[in-house]
């Protein structure tokens, strides 16, 4: 079974509605991350968070909510959503105390289709 | 502004040494570089990192400039599972920030 999962792994929706991409994984890590990727650039960080208490924006986070509800699950919400949030979504984890430098090494998990119409 | 430049697009020959370089100028002294690639539309997958130091693990190995201000990835023998897009990351406070990397193609 994958480590980091996210659902749904594709999503078609409509210009206003409400949505929710969810993140569970089971490697025990303390630090999840939300990022975005649209069509060839690189990952943007939307939402970070380092434990259940800890919620951080990130480069890109007007539009978007999260929610850390457990250690293990890490939800990305789009209150209205717009075509221009269409993109890739990754999640990703990463554990709490880096061996060298400012992070370890981050799992990232399949990623989210999200189509805006 | 970038932390990192990288050329958009490099060829390697399967079996030859695929050198993928890295241009991050503005480096503070406590920020590491960290490489990653990304297989088609998979998420990105951890290559290596370092601080000055040269570095090598299973998978490749990574050359730091003296002055820290450009580095060098090294796939020792590209095989064709090697294509991928190539991140160098300069890691900020308490953010990565990946840039849009070099697509490498390993032509057979």
């Known amino acids: 079974d994958a480590d980091v999962t996210q659902t749904p792994r594709n999503r078609i929706t409509k210009t206003g509605k409400r949505i929710m991409l969810e993140c569970s994984q089971t490697?025990?890590?303390?630090?999840m991350y939300w990022y975005r990727q649209d069509p060839g650039l690189g990952l943007r960080l939307i939402y970070y968070?380092?434990?259940?208490?800890?919620?951080n924006k990130g480069e890109i986070s007007d539009g978007y909510s999260v929610s850390r509800q457990a250690q293990a699950k890490f939800s990305l919400s789009l209150e209205s959503a717009i075509p221009n949030q269409t993109a890739l979504y990754f999640c990703a984890t990463s554990d709490r105390f880096p061996t060298g430098g400012t992070y370890n090494e981050q799992f990232f998990g399949p990623g989210t289709r999200l189509t805006v119409l | 502004d970038a932390k990192t430049t990288q050329p958009p697009s490099m060829d390697c020959a399967e079996g030859r040494a695929a050198n993928l370089p890295c241009n991050h100028s503005?480096?503070?002294?406590?920020?590491?570089v960290y490489w990653y690639r990304q297989i088609h539309s998979q998420g990105p997958q951890y290559i290596i990192h370092?601080?000055?130091n040269n570095e090598t693990n299973e998978m490749a190995s990574l050359i730091i400039t003296e002055d820290r201000k450009s580095s060098t990835l090294i796939l020792p023998h590209a095989t064709l599972r090697d294509t991928a897009v190539y991140y160098c990351i300069v890691a900020g406070g308490n953010q990565f920030y990946f840039g849009t990397g070099t697509s490498l193609t390993v032509i057979p």
């Open positions: 370092g601080l000055k």
């Open positions: 503005t480096i503070s002294g406590n920020e590491y």
């Open positions: 490697k025990g890590h303390d630090r």
């Open positions: 968070s380092f434990d259940v208490k800890d919620i």
